[in-house]
């Protein structure tokens, strides 16, 4: 079955259902339905050499999505331009200012004084959300909770 379309749309096809998630129905649109959906859903389920289908590639995709804007991907993003500036051969002052640039960034990223304001803020959102979109949700216990996690976030910066 899928050796009547070329690799490159097969792989096409691969990289819109994964990155893109878009749905197989989508995809056919988009090819003429050339393939059909039926053969991209089949494609999208058959398993590879290490067990995955292209759902299970989808996930993986989106955590690692997740993890380049977490503060742990920041910081490697940070470090490896570090370590760029300070291998050039032809140093100068601009690269010392990207440098301190850099350091002052990932010392904002990694400081929990930073952090913990920000995830303070993210809390109260949340809270916010709870209370817009699930009412029942939200009672003085909850909302006890959420001003002990935050008494809790203000001794980790003491």
């Not at 291998?87 to 010392?96: E, L, R, S, V």
């Not at 350091?103 to 209370?131: C, E, G, H, R, V």
């Amino acid at each position: 079955m899928a050796k009547q379309y070329n690799p490159h749309t097969r792989v096409e096809v691969r990289r819109m259902f994964v990155q893109e998630c878009l749905s197989a129905k989508a995809i056919a649109r988009h090819f003429k339905n050339r393939p059909a959906t039926n053969t991209i859903t089949n494609w999208s389920q058959e398993k590879d050499e290490f067990g995955k289908t292209w759902e299970d590639e989808r996930k993986e995709y989106e955590q690692q999505q997740y993890e380049l804007i977490s503060p742990k991907g920041i910081a490697a993003k940070i470090l490896t331009q570090i370590g760029a500036i300070l291998n050039k051969h032809d140093f100068n002052t601009k690269d010392a200012d990207s440098l301190a640039k850099l350091q002052a960034s990932l010392q904002k990223l990694t400081d929990p004084s930073y952090q913990i304001p920000i995830m303070y803020s993210m809390l109260t959102d949340f809270l916010n959300f709870l209370k817009a979109s699930y009412p029942g949700m939200v009672n003085q216990d909850i909302i006890d909770v959420f001003r002990e996690f935050k008494s809790h976030l203000l001794k980790r910066l003491t």
